[in-house]
């Protein structure tokens, strides 16, 4: 198996502080995708990053891939309730056909 | 665009009893994906199409089956269902498998549990 890990598994914190979420895999991927899945609904697609090193941002939203390509963190600026949910890291297969999914950090922003 | 469509949104089934989770896409997408995710998990592949006529297993296959008779619609089959089934299911389409267009829309999930 692909194995992505992801921590921290739970976070729990107040409205208004910053985090970090990490995805990291012993194995060297060509890109890798992050998703926040709201409960009850289906994962949709934040970001796509592809090249080592490369940052994205996402209004308070930035995501980072590892120079090596075997790690990226996501890290929000100001934490908002709505960005309650669970964020799951992705990569694809060699053929990229197949994906696979880190077990997520689920994320509650208290009011 | 309705996007991806699963049904049903919740089901319960005896041991052994069989079922078809519907999903379709009306995005044109070629490629087509089941996932489970269980309690505090991630998504585990079962199958996946790239394209109409041809499905291949992903991590977890067993104890399910899948059809792309068109590129619209991906059933997920569960002939034998047991207690290790009970899960969330999701569908998942596609454009292509290219790290540009890869992006994966989700449908909002069948509720499966098996009693």
């Known amino acids: 198996t692909q194995l992505l890990e992801q921590s921290p598994q739970f976070l729990s914190i107040q409205e208004g502080e910053n985090l970090t979420v990490y995805c990291n895999s012993s194995s060297v991927f060509s890109s890798l995708q992050w998703y926040r899945q709201e409960p009850g609904e289906g994962p949709v697609l934040l970001v796509t990053?592809?090249?080592?090193?490369e940052v994205k941002k996402l209004k308070r939203l930035t995501f980072q891939f590892g120079d090596a390509r075997k790690d990226s963190s996501l890290h929000i600026t100001a934490a908002q309730p709505g960005d309650t949910g669970l964020y799951l890291c992705a990569r694809s297969s060699n053929t990229g056909n197949q994906f696979y999914f880190g077990t997520g950090t689920s994320l509650t922003v208290i009011p | 665009n309705a996007g991806v469509t699963q049904t049903p949104k919740f089901r319960i089934l005896k041991i052994g009893q069989s079922m078809t989770l519907q999903c379709a896409q009306d995005m044109n997408h070629n490629y087509m994906y089941w996932y489970r995710q269980d309690p505090g998990m991630g998504l585990k592949l079962i199958y996946y199409s790239v394209g109409a006529g041809i499905t291949d297993k992903g991590e977890v296959p067993n104890g399910y089956n899948v059809s792309r008779s068109t590129t619209e619609d991906f059933p997920l089959r569960l002939e034998l269902a047991a207690p290790s089934q009970t899960s969330v299911y999701f569908c998942?389409?596609?454009?292509?498998?290219?790290?540009?267009?890869?992006?994966?829309?989700f449908g909002p999930g069948t509720r499966l549990t098996v009693l």
């Open positions: 990053v592809v090249t080592g090193g």
């Open positions: 998942a389409s596609s454009y292509s498998a290219s790290v540009f267009s890869n992006e994966q829309f």
